[in-house]
């Protein structure tokens, strides 16, 4: 870390989805009085960090039960109003991100501990999904790769869109063409790999394919990333925002999840279906016509993602919580407002696309429903806990009892289910998701999901559940255009 360092950015997710920050000055780590603890200057006249335990600020523990619509802690979140918390830097330092737009700054993500005993804290969303990737390993021996399609909107900053073309454009770069690349160019100078970029179909609207990282990895990059938007959109006279339903008569942002299940270095989705040609699209087009491709998935896939489909109503307290979110889960909006999967259909909410590669028909699965009000970190704890489930549940029960049971893999969907009608998707057992808070927190404390309930943590559950009922109560009755002022600009 070079001298000119003045600033480190103590960066976290609060459990409402807002960003947070704390900034300290380097040269309160490194003075007389601290010297010994943190840093020290090497011979070189750089900053070099000592093996003592890692830069830490305090926080009331009260603020991490902020709603995202006041400053007033959620009352029933179980959070007390007296005590601090620990944040704390990683190990290594050197994981720690210079920022392009204020180049005296660093900034890493944060852990959560206890200031008494310095274990995690049990409301510490890196360290909730940390536990439930050792979980995943330790059990069956499975890890994860996970990729984030970043959905923003650019507007004027009197909330004014310049841009007003239609999905895949060619001149919306036109329009934002120096925003773009100066995006783009700021994110490649941090180390995060933008594989795609594309117009979007709402005015101003644009997506980021972001790379696959492990799954730690992908979270706290994408933290990043959200930053990167933020201040590029502003040194370019944007206001941006992430907000799911941000203009009523338009689909609005997601934030789609792409994630892999890895054991012994191998791609297990890559081991389901036959291996095509490329440029084929003969077995593509079988796939389609036969769903050959789901009787040949990975035995454990097929576990895993029928915990997915079983567990989808609950996951939406964590993965779209708001309100907001809602708004946006309608059919015909790209979002899956049904319960089910598919291959290659974009109108569910688990979906395998398919590849035309010589490694395999599929080799990830698309999580449709989760937006950016959702925690990063705590979405994904939620969405891996939900398909471990599964897996969890096939190594209790014999095959055939586990084919009988909640978790038990359904056909997928070949159809878009919104343009069934209520009697078609009644006789083929297509079930709607919730359109209500309520509905979506029942399937959470039901029976079936006590194991997702589990895997999360009691503490976390009720935090979480909590501050989303504030919100709830708050925003639920509200009109879209005033719940889209007071947000435009939190997400």
């Not at 941000?246 to 892999?260: D, I, M, Q, R, T």
């Not at 996951?315 to 979002?335: E, I, Y």
């Not at 895997?455 to 979480?464: F, I, K, P, T, Y």
């Not at 009922?469 to 009755?477: C, F, I, N, V």
Request: hydrophobic share 40%.
């Amino acid at each position: 870390m070079p001298q000119e360092t003045k600033h480190i950015n103590f960066l976290w997710c609060s459990l409402a989805g807002l960003r947070c920050l704390r900034v300290v000055p380097v040269h309160t780590m490194y003075d007389k009085k601290r010297v010994d603890q943190y840093a020290d200057i090497d011979e070189n006249g750089y900053l070099k960090w000592l093996p003592k335990p890692m830069p830490s600020v305090s926080l009331s523990r009260a603020c991490i039960s902020l709603p995202a619509h006041e400053d007033t802690p959620s009352p029933d979140s179980g959070v007390p109003f007296v005590g601090d918390i620990c944040l704390q830097l990683e190990d290594p330092m050197s994981n720690l991100m210079c920022l392009p737009w204020r180049p005296k700054h660093f900034m890493g993500a944060v852990r959560m501990l206890d200031p008494i005993s310095h274990a995690p804290w049990s409301l510490c969303p890196r360290s909730c999904l940390a536990r439930i990737l050792e979980k995943a390993q330790a059990r069956h021996g499975i890890s994860f790769r996970v990729g984030f399609e970043l959905e923003f909107a650019l507007a004027t900053i009197d909330g004014k869109f310049d841009d007003r073309h239609t999905y895949s454009s060619a001149r919306a770069f036109d329009v934002e063409s120096s925003l773009l690349d100066d995006l783009c160019d700021t994110l490649y100078s941090m180390g995060i790999v933008v594989e795609q970029l594309h117009k979007e179909s709402a005015p101003g609207q644009f997506e980021l394919v972001l790379g696959h990282l492990p799954a730690m990895e992908a979270v706290d990059g994408l933290l990043l990333a959200r930053e990167a938007v933020a201040a590029v959109a502003y040194r370019h006279q944007r206001r941006v925002t992430l907000l799911p339903k941000f203009l009523p008569e338009y689909a609005g942002n997601g934030c789609h999840v792409h994630l892999s299940l890895w054991k012994n270095g191998i791609n297990i989705l890559s081991l389901s279906g036959a291996t095509i040609r490329p440029g084929s699209l003969d077995g593509v087009l079988d796939v389609y016509t036969t769903l050959s491709g789901f009787s040949s998935l990975n035995e454990t896939f097929r576990q895993f993602l029928g915990g997915l489909v079983a567990l989808l109503p609950a996951l939406m307290c964590f993965t779209t919580p708001t309100p907001n979110s809602f708004r946006r889960l309608q059919p015909g909006a790209w979002a899956g407002a049904f319960q089910g999967w598919g291959i290659a259909n974009k109108e569910v909410p688990l979906r395998l696309p398919v590849q035309t590669l010589e490694d395999g028909l599929f080799t990830n699965v698309e999580v449709k429903l989760c937006d950016s009000t959702a925690n990063p970190h705590i979405a994904l704890a939620a969405i891996l806990s939900a398909g471990l489930v599964g897996v969890d549940l096939a190594a209790t029960l014999s095959e055939a009892d586990f084919a009988e049971s909640f978790a038990a893999l359904p056909a997928p969907l070949d159809v878009d289910p919104g343009q069934l009608t209520y009697a078609e998707r009644t006789r083929r057992k297509i079930k709607e998701l919730p359109r209500e808070w309520s509905t979506a927190k029942a399937c959470l404390m039901s029976p079936e999901g006590k194991g997702l309930r589990e895997l999360l943590g009691e503490d976390m559950v009720r935090a979480c559940v909590a501050i989303r009922e504030s919100e709830w109560a708050a925003l639920g009755g509200i009109r879209l255009e005033e719940e889209i002022d007071l947000l435009f600009d939190r997400y």
